[in-house]
């Protein structure tokens, strides 16, 4: 086992990480920014070191001086996280490189699994279904065209590098596959160095279900069950649960051993994400595989009552995975909701400043991972989630109730919440009775210009609820909400 783990990230997932280094007896070392300098994880961590200024590509992202420290405090072993250098292979390979451990895949399954295309062909050679479309960039717009007009429209067109859905547009038609194929090019160069392209047919209404993996380097492999990550806003997940409640158990089994399939197609061990995309009729097709520890790792964990990150650390130093798949069972229904520092009334824009109260809910079946406190300043520098809540029952009916409960006991002052934007979309009829998909915020009126009525009523039912817990005034009036719509900050979100 390692004696010292430099964690290369910040936030609540760093604090995550850090907890889990101190229960297994390892020392925790932090790395923090300037803006960083009393974070939360900053404050945990056994030992904390400076890396750098505020932007995230000075400190964050600059992967010389992280290997740098952990050469200098001789750590055994990094871990990642999720975001910044978790899936960089060539950060991946320069901590191989180095002599020290990398708590996560091989940069050659990151390689592999990171280029749309690629791994597409790979998949569908290893009998995972993927949606119809290209295994190989498309090289110029009129091959484009022909290729979609034999897939049949409505298409997209992605960047095959891409991911948190950039490099991503919905084509209709020929027309406007002229009027965006450049356009698409171009967003791709910027955002990911790389401009190849590829299609996909668009899937109408598809609910977005991903499975949890393992593997060892013993080339033994479990899968954690489904999680449905269906709530989302452009892309960004918001609300996430597992068991699916659309998901029954003869889909269960074929869509988990397809997501093994996929992991061993790419030599994978640690822990990893195989992401499917789900039609009405439970088909499913394979989207991507996420090569690291997902946001909403604390379903799974909860479900199944095996601590992921643990697991991801004693697979890096070279045990064999603790348990088999025999060992694995479904014990309860699992919900987690993400806290945002963010103004649900000014385009779910990001809300920047200094915490004054920051107190969480507690109870049976409540946990919270945060990654803020009293005191914690919010930055423009990084993602704005300052905590997440998940909560566990013996049904769905009974966890909605009591994150419903939770929600309305968190007291977060000094800053803009989407505290009552939850609120509201854990109590729509709808999303109790799992009548959902992809667009359902949407389709619900939650993220529209012409926000319906009824949602801006249950949204500000929500925010007088959490003011009045507060004892402040809210500012939210329902002839306010319709400024809220689809026209998001640009950030990679997961």
């Not at 919905?170 to 160095?193: H, L, M, Q, T, W």
């Not at 109730?401 to 968190?410: G, Y």
Request: glycine letters at 6%; aromatic letters at 8%; proline letters at 4%.
């Amino acid at each position: 086992m390692f004696n010292k783990i430099l964690i290369a990230n910040r936030g609540e997932i760093a604090v995550r990480v850090i907890r889990a280094c101190k229960e297994l007896g390892i020392t925790a070392a932090a790395v923090f920014s300037d803006a960083d300098r009393t974070a939360l994880h900053t404050i945990l961590a056994d030992e904390s070191y400076y890396i750098g200024p505020s932007q995230a590509s000075a400190s964050y992202l600059n992967k010389e001086k992280i290997i740098e420290v952990a050469k200098q405090i001789n750590a055994d072993a990094i871990h990642p996280g999720y975001g910044f250098l978790s899936e960089n292979p060539d950060f991946i390979k320069l901590v191989e490189d180095s002599g020290i451990i990398f708590i996560g895949p091989s940069s050659a399954s990151v390689k592999m699994m990171g280029n749309k295309t690629e791994a597409r062909a790979l998949m569908k050679m290893n009998n995972v279904p993927i949606v119809p479309g290209t295994t190989k960039p498309i090289k110029n717009a009129e091959e484009g065209i022909q290729r979609s007009l034999e897939i049949g429209f409505p298409v997209l067109l992605k960047a095959s590098a891409g991911g948190g859905g950039k490099g991503m547009r919905r084509i209709n038609s020929k027309d406007e596959f002229i009027d965006n194929y450049d356009a698409v090019k171009r967003e791709s160069a910027k955002a990911f160095a790389n401009d190849d392209v590829y299609i996909e047919k668009l899937i109408v209404n598809p609910r977005h279900i991903e499975v949890q993996i393992l593997g060892d380097k013993f080339g033994n492999y479990v899968h954690l069950f489904e999680r449905e990550c269906s709530i989302q806003r452009r892309h960004q997940k918001i609300i996430e649960e597992a068991p699916s409640p659309f998901v029954d158990d003869v889909t269960r089994d074929n869509i988990t051993r397809s997501a093994l399939n996929a992991a061993k197609a790419c030599s994978y061990y640690n822990a990893g994400t195989i992401e499917f995309l789900m039609d009405s009729e439970k088909n499913f097709y394979f989207l991507e595989m996420n090569t690291r520890i997902q946001v909403e790792h604390p379903v799974t964990e909860m479900i199944t009552s095996r601590d992921l990150v643990k697991e991801q650390i004693r697979i890096a130093s070279g045990e064999k995975l603790s348990f088999t798949q025999n060992d694995l069972n479904i014990h309860c229904h699992a919900i987690e909701v993400r806290i945002y520092a963010e103004d649900p009334e000014n385009n779910f824009l990001p809300s920047t400043g200094m915490i004054g109260n920051y107190s969480e809910p507690s109870g049976f079946g409540v946990r919270v991972d945060p990654g803020a406190c009293s005191g914690s300043t919010v930055t423009m520098f990084y993602d704005p989630i300052l905590s997440k809540l998940i909560c566990w029952d013996s049904s769905r009916e009974n966890v909605i109730k009591k994150a419903l409960r939770a929600l309305s006991e968190f007291n977060i002052t000094g800053i803009n919440t989407n505290l009552a934007f939850l609120i509201s979309v854990l109590n729509n009829k709808n999303f109790i009775e799992g009548n959902f998909d992809i667009n359902f915020l949407e389709r619900e009126g939650f993220l529209l210009s012409n926000l319906t009525n009824q949602s801006a009523n249950e949204l500000h039912r929500a925010a007088t609820i959490v003011a009045g817990i507060l004892k402040l005034k809210t500012n939210v009036v329902p002839e306010k909400l319709p400024k809220i719509h689809n026209d998001w900050l640009s950030q990679n979100y997961e």
